[in-house]
C-alpha cells in the first residue's frame, strides 16, 4: 500500500472494553497554536496513569502518529512519573504545519482511548482563516470515531501529507478550522478494529471527497469564502476483480495521457483462490509523453502514480479489451493443478500478472498471457500455470527451474526463479571452466543498477540471489561476463 499523508510510528492490537473511555486531557503545544519552536516538545498528557504493560513499536504505551516527511525529527522521548504524560522530543522546519494523532492507549483499570486524539500546530507565525465542513458517511455504523482531514496530494500517492485535521462529531459531521488557502484532497478513516492503527488493509475504513461518485479522489479549492457539503463516506474494502474497475482506470490514465495504453496487469496484496484481490496495480504506456505511469484500484478508490515510472519494454504489446477477466483465469488454473497444489501447500500464496513476456516464450513472442503463479516459501514449492489472455487456452510451462548439468560444458544463464518475481528472486548460472565471472544487473535503460558477482569462479553450477527492494517495477536485465563473451537473461520485478 501507499502511504495515506501520515506515518504510523506503532502498532498493537487494543481491544475495546466496556469500560469509561480514557481521554487527553491537555496536549503542548496547543491545538493550533502558531509560532512553535523548531527544537520543542510536543506532549499528551491523559487523564490517567497509562498501563504501561502495554508497549508499542517506539516503546511506549501509546499509539502515536506524526508527520511522514523528513521535517520532523524525533530526538527522543519520555514518560512522566505518574504516567500519564508521554513527551516527543522533536526538531522541525520553519513556516510548517504540522498534525499529530494519538489513536491507542489504555489506563491501569482498563479504561481506552477510543476515540482519536487530533493536534494542529504551525511553526509559521499565523493559520488560515477558512473554514472546510461537511458530513462523514459510514454505511455500517456510527462515524463518531472517525477522523477528518486535508492532504496536499491525492491519498496515496507518494509525497502526500496531511496538512490539517479535525475529529468527526457525534453527529457525524466535521469543521475544520484555520484552513489556508490552496488546493487540497480531503479525507477521512477510522481505525476499526482498534490496533492503533489506520490501514485498510488490516480492515480499516477509509474515505475521500469524491461528489461524482467515480472512485477517484477529487480536490478542493480553498480561497476567499468556507467550503460545506464537503461530504465524504467510509468505505471498507472488498476484493475485487482486474476488470471490476478497468474503465474508471482507463479513464483516470487518459487523463494523464490521452494515448495511454495499458500494458501490465498485476495484483497487490493478498490474491484469493477466486481470482479477487484487495486492490490491483495497471501499469501503462503514454507514447506522446514517453513515458510509463502506473494506476492504482481498490474497492475504495482509484489513483494514478505519476511520479514512479516502471521500467518495460516499449514492445510490449497492448493489453486486449476482451481480455478474459481474473476470476475465469483462476478458474482454468485451479482445475489445471492450483487446487491440488492449494491443498498440499495450505499456506501458499498466489500472484497473478497479465501482459506479453515474450523474453518468456521465445516460439511465440506475440502472445499474452495471465501468468498465475503459486508460491508455498515453506515448503520450498512453485507452480506456475500461463493462460491466453483472450481464449484460456493452458500454455505448457516448466513448473520447476531447469536443472542444470553437473558438468557444465557451456557458460549459460539460466531462467531465474521466480519470474517475475516480488521482491526476490534466484539467479541460476554456470560455467564451464575456472575463469573470472561477473554477473551484473541492468535496467532497461542499460544503466547498471547491481553487481551481484565478480570473482574468479572454478567450473561449476552456481546461484545468486537479487532482491528488488527500491526498485520499480519493470524488466531487468541479468548480464554475465566472462572476459571473451557476454551472456544475456531478462527477468521481470512486479511490486
Not at 474503465?247 to 490514465?253: E, G, M
Request: aromatic share 8%.
Amino acid at each position: 500500500m501507499k502511504n495515506t499523508g501520515i506515518i504510523l510510528l506503532t502498532v498493537f492490537s487494543i481491544a475495546i472494553c466496556a469500560h469509561a473511555q480514557l481521554t487527553i486531557t491537555s496536549s503542548t503545544p496547543a491545538n493550533f497554536a502558531t509560532g512553535v519552536a523548531l527544537t520543542t516538545t510536543v506532549s499528551f498528557t491523559f487523564s490517567a496513569a497509562l498501563d504501561t504493560t502495554i508497549r508499542y513499536e517506539s516503546g511506549y504505551p501509546v499509539g502515536i502518529s506524526g508527520p511522514e516527511d523528513d521535517s520532523l525529527i524525533v530526538t527522543g522521548a519520555s514518560i512522566s512519573g505518574d504516567l500519564r504524560t508521554v513527551s516527543i522530543q522533536v526538531m522541525q522546519r520553519p513556516t510548517t504545519d504540522y498534525v499529530w494523532m494519538v489513536t491507542g492507549a489504555r489506563s491501569q483499570s482498563g479504561q481506552d482511548l477510543q476515540i482519536p486524539y487530533m493536534l494542529n500546530y504551525t511553526t509559521s507565525t499565523s493559520y488560515g482563516v477558512r473554514t472546510v465542513s461537511g458530513t462523514v458517511t459510514y454505511p455500517l455504523g456510527n462515524a463518531n470515531r472517525a477522523v477528518a482531514g486535508l492532504l496536499n496530494r491525492r491519498i496515496f500517492e507518494d509525497n502526500g501529507r496531511l496538512l490539517i485535521g479535525t475529529n468527526v462529531s457525534t453527529a457525524n459531521s466535521y469543521s475544520i478550522s484555520n484552513v489556508r488557502s490552496g488546493v487540497f484532497w480531503p479525507v477521512c478513516a477510522i481505525d476499526l478494529n482498534s490496533d492503533g492503527e489506520i490501514d485498510p488493509d488490516l480492515g480499516d475504513a477509509i474515505g475521500f471527497y469524491d461528489p461524482n461518485q467515480d472512485g477517484i479522489p477529487d480536490s478542493i479549492v480553498v480561497g476567499q469564502s468556507n467550503l460545506t457539503n464537503i461530504n465524504m463516506t467510509l468505505i471498507v474494502w472488498q476484493p475485487l476483480r482486474a476488470r471490476d474497475r478497468l474503465p474508471v482506470v482507463q479513464s483516470l490514465a487518459r487523463q494523464f495521457a490521452a494515448d495511454a495504453v495499458l500494458k501490465v496487469i498485476s495484483t497487490s496484496g493478498e490474491t484469493n483462490p477466486n481470482g479477487t484481490c484487495d486492490s490491483w496495480i495497471y501499469m501503462f504506456h503514454s507514447p506522446q509523453r514517453q513515458r510509463n505511469f502506473i494506476v492504482f484500484a481498490s474497492s475504495q478508490m482509484t489513483a494514478i502514480d505519476t511520479v514512479e515510472s516502471p521500467e518495460f519494454p516499449l514492445e510490449m504489446i497492448t493489453i486486449p479489451v476482451n481480455c478474459i477477466d481474473s476470476d475465469s483465469a483462476m478458474a482454468i488454473a485451479e482445475r489445471n493443478g492450483g487446487a491440488t497444489f492449494r491443498m498440499n501447500n495450505p499456506n501458499a500464496s498466489i500472484e497473478m500478472l497479465a501482459g506479453n513476456f515474450f523474453w518468456m516464450m521465445p516460439t511465440d513472442p506475440t502472445r499474452i498471457v495471465w501468468m498465475i503463479s503459486y508460491d508455498s516459501p515453506e515448503q520450498d514449492e512453485s507452480l506456475t500455470i500461463i493462460l491466453d489472455i483472450v481464449t484460456g487456452q493452458v500454455i505448457p510451462v516448466t513448473a520447476t527451474p531447469e536443472p542444470i548439468v553437473a558438468k557444465p560444458t557451456t557458460y549459460r544463464i539460466l531462467s531465474n526463479y521466480p519470474n517475475p518475481f516480488n521482491a526476490e528472486t534466484t539467479i541460476r548460472y554456470q560455467v564451464p571452466a575456472t575463469g573470472k565471472v561477473t554477473l551484473e544487473i541492468y535496467n532497461s535503460m542499460g544503466q547498471r543498477i547491481r553487481s551481484l558477482v565478480s570473482a574468479v569462479k572454478p567450473a561449476g553450477k552456481y546461484e545468486a540471489k537479487f532482491n528488488g527492494n527500491g526498485l520499480s517495477s519493470g524488466v531487468y536485465v541479468v548480464r554475465m561476463s566472462t572476459g571473451k563473451s557476454v551472456y544475456q537473461s531478462k527477468m521481470m520485478l512486479i511490486k
